[in-house]
Structure formats: C-alpha cells, structure tokens
C-alpha cells in the first residue's frame, strides 16, 4: 500500500478532559486572530509551516500508551529540522501526526495556518497532497515504470492538472540530478538513485514541507553523504526539511535538531560550527 494510499487512523477514544502536562521544544507563537468576515484568506507565508500546541496520542491499553504527551513544535518556512530518537520514542507517532495520517487525541496542529485536527477525512487528504511531499526509507517506487512515470505519480494522486505534468516532473528530476536516468525503470537504478527519484516525487507540486522518515535507511555511507548533500541544497533553495531519524551523523547536517524520548520533545543547542 502506497502512502498516499493509507487510510488515516483515528483516535478510537474521545480526548481526555484537561489535556496533558506541556514538554516545549519550542516555543509556540500565539494563535492568529480570526479573520473578519469579506477579507481574504490569508497567504500560507504570513505563518510557520507546522505549529503543534499541547499535542498529545494516548493509545487505549492497560495502561494506556502515551505516544506523544504535551508537544509544542515550530517550525518556520525555509527551517531543516531533524527529530532523532531511538525505537519506541514516538518517532512514528510523529511522523504520522505531521503527515496527517493520525489524528492527536488532543492539542492543535496547524499545517500552513490551517488548523487540521477539526477538518474532516477528505479536507485532510487533500490538504496532505497539496502541502506535504514525503520521502520514506523504502523508496516505494513502481520497479517496472520509468523514472519519469514515477515522478509523473505524485500529481495523479494529488490532483493536480494533467497539463504540464511532464515538464514539471522533468524539472523535479532536474533538482536532484536524475534528468539523464528519466526514461529507465526504477528497477535498474542503484539504492541512491532510487531515493533522489523519490524525492523528486515528493518536490512535485511544491510541497510546503517535505517530510522525510529515515531516508537513509536503505543507503551505504557514499549514497547517504550524497543524499545528504542535495538536501542542503534544497535548503539553501528555500525548501522546508523534516527528517525523523536515529542517526546522529544525519542530524547533524540540519540547522536545527529535536530529541524525542517517550513521547516528549526536547531542542538542542545548535552544535554546528
């Protein structure tokens, strides 16, 4: 099954009276006041791409699992976070709540100033295909098509026009240097190429964010330097960054590093020199 596939789980319990004890990773602007009525929207840039308030995710057992207890997160546009912690931390908890495939049992989740945990099933699949681009550590490319078609997939899902569609996937493959590889299956690539035609996928519609779980995962240390690499330049591009990892080497090349451990989310000091 395909991510963008998947069917968004849902809290089987209501939210629990009074929330959860806060854990700050950063600081949490106050909410925008309420637009008055004949103004337009306001642009997804006058806000930060991901704000979390006093985001929680119990999981009924006995004794219930808190996954994520009291998150605050903010991250701006143009930012290159990178969440590591070890196994069980709630990494994929995260992951799942940002890419708006869960749903917090309680707190606010703001994508681009939208506040989605109050949006149904549909508005949250749409708001997913048009503002988060997503690299995973399996690459989940289709072995028999071509590079190309690959790429070309993530508007189908999406929704977006037909028209162009070739040329715009040509100029995602161009961002990560894979424009000679277009017309070959997926198949014949090697580990590295396949992940930079993945996430040429994810860049297809200009995502806000691109999240990214793991990405190199599946990578010797060569392809991992270099996938690496193109993320700083899609930094220095403008591109927003999450990466969820267990890797400190990976972490250390974003501007900005969080450490999960049970649920709770904690920055650290900016080490780079």
Known sequence: MWWWAVPEARPPTAPPPGGIGRHCAVPAA????????????????????????????????????????GVRLRVERGDYLAIVGPSGSGKSTLLNTLGLLDRPTSGSYLLDGIETTTMGDGARTRLRGRRIGFVYQSFHLL??????????????????????????????????????????????????????????????????LLLCDEPTGNLDSRNTGAVLDLFDGLHDQGTTLLVITHEDAVSARAGRRVRIADGILTEEPDARP
């Open 143 to 208: 072995p028999h098509r071509t590079v190309e078609e690959n790429v070309m997939l993530a508007e189908v899902y999406g929704g977006f026009s037909r028209r162009g569609r070739r040329e715009r996937a040509l100029a995602a493959l161009d961002r990560v240097g894979m424009t000679h590889r277009a017309g070959f299956p997926t198949g014949r690539l090697s580990g590295g190429e396949r992940q930079r035609v993945a996430i040429a996928r994810a860049l297809m519609g200009e995502p806000s």
């Open 30 to 69: 106050a909410g925008s006041a309420p637009g008055r009525r004949g103004t337009a929207p306001p642009s997804p840039d006058d806000h930060p791409v991901i704000l979390l308030r006093d985001v929680s995710r119990v999981f009924p057992a006995d004794p219930p699992v808190h996954a994520l207890s």
